[in-house]
C-alpha cells in the first residue's frame, strides 16, 4: 500500500537548502507547510528555512514516512544506504545523470546498486531522474520553483480536482499540470518516477483502483518491464474508473526512450492488442490524450449506464454541421449512432424553427437563430428517448446568441442527464466562450472533429460498461 | 476578370438601411468609407447614413461595379432583372431562403430564374445566401456587425496579409476570420459565394492564379458542379502557390451539405484521387485545415527550393522529445526523413552539451539547459548541409530558458534560410510563448503531432516543387 507516499506524516529533504534556484529550497519550499512534519537534512546546515536540520536522515527521532533526495548521483548511495539503516518507508531520488545518461556507464551501475540495498531493507524508491509526487497539500516532492520568468504571479497550478496522472516522463507531467490548469480541470494526484527502478506506473495503477478521491487515471509511459503485470493491473483500474494510456509505440520513438529515462521497447503488436482486449484506451497522440482525460474528468461513468448511446449534433453554423458529420466518419462512428429523428420529433422542430431550416441530425438551427430557440431545441432532443448526449456547436459570432445559452446548456444537461459536448470554432471570442463553458463545467472543444473524438471515446467507454455486471 | 469584384470602382447595396441590426444598415456601414463611390437603394429612402439613395439601381448615374443584394427573396428576382438592365457587372446576393431551404420548393425555382437572367446579360452573381466578398479595404459585402456582445472593443478582422480563403460556407469562412486575427495571420481576400448558382470556387481558383498579393490559397468546399475544370483550376493554382482544400466526403456530410448549400455530391473516390494526382494538399479536418494554411503562409515555397528536405528535432523536454518521435510515424514520416547526424557533428553537440545528454535526433538537451545552449545548438544543426528544417519543442516552464531564445530562433532561420518550426506545449505560458514566436514570425503550434503534420505538409510540397521546372 502507498498510503504513507501520498498522504505522509513526516517527510525528510535530503540535500535541503537555503540557496535559491537549489533544488534543494525549492522541494523544502513547497513543503515548507507541512511545519512539524518537513526535516531538512543537510551535513553542513543547523537550519534550513527556520527548521532544525540534520546531518543525516539516521539522527531524525522520527520515523520517516517519505525521504526525497536531491543530492548529486555520486552521494545517492550512501543517502540510500542510510534511508533503508532508517527505516525510511519511501525514497523518492530526484536526482538524475543515471541509467538515462547513456554516456555513463557508472550510472546504470549505480541504479542497480540502489534497487539491490532498496528491495533488501524494504524501503521502496520512486525515481531516480523524477520529480515524484504531487499530492497537496499533503505531498510535494517537486523542484518546480513557485515563480518562472513569465507569470510573475506565481507558477499555476491545478486546482484540486479528481484527475490522477502517472508519467514516466518528468517534463510530460510539468506540461500536463500546466494544461490541467490553463483547461480549469482539477488534479488529484501526479507521480512521475522517472527512470523507476522500483516503483513504476503498474504499482500506482494498482494503487489507485481503491483511490476514491479520483475518478480518472491518465497514464503516459514509455517503456514497460511487466507487460502482463501491467495489463493486468490496466484491466482492474480501468473496470473501475476511466483509464487513458498513451504509450509511444514506434522503433523510432522507442529509441528516444532509450536515450530519455532508459525504457526498453515493448512488444508493440502485443501489447497494443493487450490493451485493446481488455477495453483500455490507448491515445496515439498527446492531444489525444488531453482530450480523453479532460472528456472522462468532465463526463463520469454514470452518464454512461444507459441501454444505447445515439446522439444528435445541434449548431447554429451549416459549415459546421457538415464538417461535424464528416468528422463522424473519420473517427469511424457509424451513420447509425446518430438518433433517427421520428416524424414527431420533426413535427415538433419544425413549429419552433424557422421554416428556411432543414431538419436532419446533424441539424442546423441557422444563424439567425436566438439563444431562446437554441436552447429550446437542445430541450427536444434531450426529451426523446433515443437521444442519449447532443454535440452542440454553438457559434456565438453572428451576434444572435447570448450567454444565457451557456447556463441553459447546463442546466439541460443536469436535468435530463445526459452529456451535451461543444464545440466552440473560431479566435478569441469562441476562446472566451470556451471558458464560460468550463465554468459552468459543461465539457468544451475547439473544433468540430474534437466533438466526433469525444463521443467516439465516450462510446466506447459506454460499450464497454454494458459488458460488466452492473453495480460494478 | 474579376478585377472588378475584388476592386471595385462603385459599389451599390440595394436594401440600404439606417435600422441598426438589419443586414442593410452593417453592409452600408462596412463600406461606408468608399464615400462617394457608394451608392445606396431603397425605394422609400431620400438619403441613408448621409448618402443619396435610390429607388432603384437603374436611377443610379454611374456604372456599377458591384452590386449588393440584401433585400429578401422575394424582391430578389426583380433586383436581379434592374441590375442587368443597369449592366451591373457583378451581383451579390447576400439573402437567404433560396435552393438550400429544402422545405422552400420556390426557392430552387427562384435561383434558376436568377440565374437564366444573370447569364443572358452578363452580369454575374455571387450567392445567394452568402457574405460574399472581403477585400478590404475596396470591398466588405459581409454583413458581420462591428460590435459583438462579448467583444466590446469591436470584432476582431484579421490584419492585411498573405492568405487568399474561399468557402462555400458562410459561418466557415466567418470562423477562420476570428481563427486568422487570433493567431496573428494575415487575410488577402476572403470569398464566400454560398449557393454559387453562378461564381464558384472554380472561379475563384482561376482568378487567384494571377493574384499576387496572395501566396496561399485555402478552399472549403461541399459540393462541386464541374469536377474536371475545379480540379484543372486547382493543379494550375497549386502549381504558382500553394493550394488546401477541406472538403468532406462521407454520405453523412453530403446529407447535410444538401440542406446547408443545396450541394450535390461529387463521387468522392474519383475527386480524392483527380486531387492527389495534381498534389493538391487536401485536409481532412477543419484542424487539419487551419494548420496547412497557417504553415503555408508562414513557410514560403522559396524554404522549399531545395536538393532535400531532411529535419532535425530539438527540445530541452525528454518526453516530448520521444512523443515527436512518435507523432512523425503517425503520419507516414519515414525514419530516413531525419537527418543522420555525423560523428563530427556529435562531437561538436557533445563538446557544447553537458555530459548527460544523449546526442540522437530527435535531440533531448535537458531541462536545465540555458537558452544560450539550445540557440547555439540550433546553429549548429543549422549549419549542417543535411539539416534542411528544425523541430524545436523549447519548453519554458523549467525556468532556464529566456524569452531570448524566441528572437534567437527567428534570426537563426533568417540567417540559414531555413524553416524553424515550433511547438510550445503546456498551458498558459506555453500559449504566451506561442504569441511571442509568433510577433517574430515563427510558425509556432500547441503540441509535439502539429509539428509532425507541418513538417509532412512541406515534405510533400517540397517534393512535388521538386517536379516541376526551376523558376516556375
Given at each position: ?12 529533504v ?5 540557496k535559491?534556484?537549489?533544488l ?25 528555512l ?9 539522527d531524525i527521532?522520527?520515523?520517516i ?7 548529486g548521483?555520486?552521494?545517492?548511495l550512501q ?8 527505516n ?5 531520488i ?39 509526487i ?35 516522463s518528468g517534463?510530460v507531467?510539468?506540461l ?13 494526484k501526479?507521480?512521475?518516477?522517472g ?15 481503491n483511490d476514491?478521491?479520483c475518478?480518472i487515471?491518465?497514464?503516459?509511459v ?19 474508473k476511466p ?10 520513438a522507442?529509441?528516444?526512450a532509450?536515450?530519455h529515462t ?23 497522440t ?39 458529420a464528416e ?13 433517427e429523428?421520428?416524424p ?63 447556463k441553459d ?14 464545440a ?12 464560460k ?5 459543461v465539457?468544451?472543444?475547439e ?9 467516439q ?16
Amino acid at each position: 500500500m502507498l498510503d504513507s507516499l501520498f498522504f505522509p506524516k513526516t517527510v525528510a529533504v535530503i540535500g535541503a537548502s537555503e540557496k535559491h534556484g537549489s533544488l534543494g529550497y525549492h522541494v523544502m519550499q513547497n513543503n515548507i507547510h507541512l511545519k512539524n512534519e518537513l526535516y531538512p537534512v543537510h551535513p553542513r546546515y543547523e537550519t534550513v528555512l527556520g527548521l532544525k536540520a540534520y546531518k543525516s536522515v539516521l539522527d531524525i527521532p522520527e520515523d520517516i514516512d517519505v525521504a526525497i533526495s536531491v543530492v548529486g548521483p555520486d552521494n545517492t548511495l550512501q543517502v540510500t544506504q542510510e534511508s533503508a539503516s532508517a527505516n525510511v518507508k519511501f525514497l523518492i531520488i530526484v536526482t538524475s545523470r543515471f541509467g538515462e545518461a547513456a554516456r555513463f556507464k557508472e550510472g546504470k551501475i549505480l541504479e542497480q546498486k540502489i534497487a539491490a540495498i532498496a528491495q533488501k531493507s524494504g524501503t521502496r524508491v520512486v525515481g531516480p531522474n523524477c520529480i515524484g509526487i504531487l499530492n497537496l497539500p499533503y505531498l510535494n516532492s517537486t523542484f518546480v520553483p513557485e515563480y518562472s520568468p513569465f507569470l510573475l504571479e506565481g507558477l499555476p497550478i491545478p486546482s484540486k480536482g479528481n484527475i490522477n496522472i502517472i508519467s514516466e516522463s518528468g517534463s510530460v507531467s510539468g506540461l500536463l499540470t500546466a494544461w490541467l490548469t490553463e483547461q480549469g480541470l482539477g488534479l488529484n494526484k501526479l507521480v512521475n518516477y522517472g527512470n523507476g527502478i522500483d516503483l513504476v506506473s503498474t504499482d500506482f495503477m494498482e494503487y489507485f483502483q481503491n483511490d476514491s478521491d479520483c475518478d480518472i487515471v491518465g497514464v503516459y509511459v514509455e517503456g514497460i518491464r511487466n507487460g502482463r503485470k501491467f495489463i493486468e493491473a490496466a484491466k482492474k483500474l480501468n473496470e473501475k474508473k476511466p483509464l487513458i494510456i498513451l504509450k509511444p509505440g514506434s522503433e523510432l520513438a522507442s529509441k528516444a526512450a532509450q536515450s530519455h529515462t532508459g525504457s526498453v521497447a515493448t512488444n508493440e503488436a502485443i501489447f497494443g492488442a493487450a490493451l485493446k482486449q481488455v477495453h483500455v484506451q490507448r491515445a496515439q497522440t498527446y492531444g489525444e490524450f488531453c482530450s480523453a482525460v479532460k472528456t472522462h474528468s468532465m463526463i463520469s461513468d454514470k452518464y454512461l449506464r444507459r441501454d444505447h448511446f445515439f446522439c444528435a449534433g445541434i449548431t447554429n453554423a451549416g459549415g459546421l454541421k457538415v464538417l461535424l458529420a464528416e468528422s463522424l466518419r473519420q473517427h469511424n462512428i457509424p451513420e447509425s449512432a446518430l438518433s433517427e429523428f421520428s416524424p414527431e420529433l420533426v413535427e415538433e422542430l419544425e413549429k419552433i424553427l424557422p421554416s428556411n431550416v432543414t431538419v436532419t441530425n446533424p441539424l442546423d438551427i441557422i444563424g439567425d437563430a436566438s439563444s431562446e430557440t437554441y436552447s429550446k431545441v437542445m430541450e427536444q432532443l434531450l426529451r426523446q428517448g433515443t437521444i442519449d448526449c447532443l454535440l452542440s456547436i454553438p457559434t456565438f459570432e453572428p451576434a444572435s446568441l447570448r450567454e444565457e445559452l451557456v447556463k441553459d446548456t447546463a442546466r439541460l444537461m443536469l436535468k435530463y442527464g445526459k452529456p451535451i459536448i461543444i464545440a466552440s470554432v473560431g479566435g478569441e471570442l469562441a476562446r472566451i466562450i470556451r471558458d464560460k463553458f468550463q465554468k459552468v463545467y459543461v465539457l468544451n472543444f475547439e473544433k468540430p472533429e474534437d466533438l466526433a473524438f469525444a463521443y467516439q471515446i465516450l462510446r466506447e467507454r459506454h460499450q464497454f460498461l454494458s459488458t460488466l455486471p452492473s453495480g460494478s
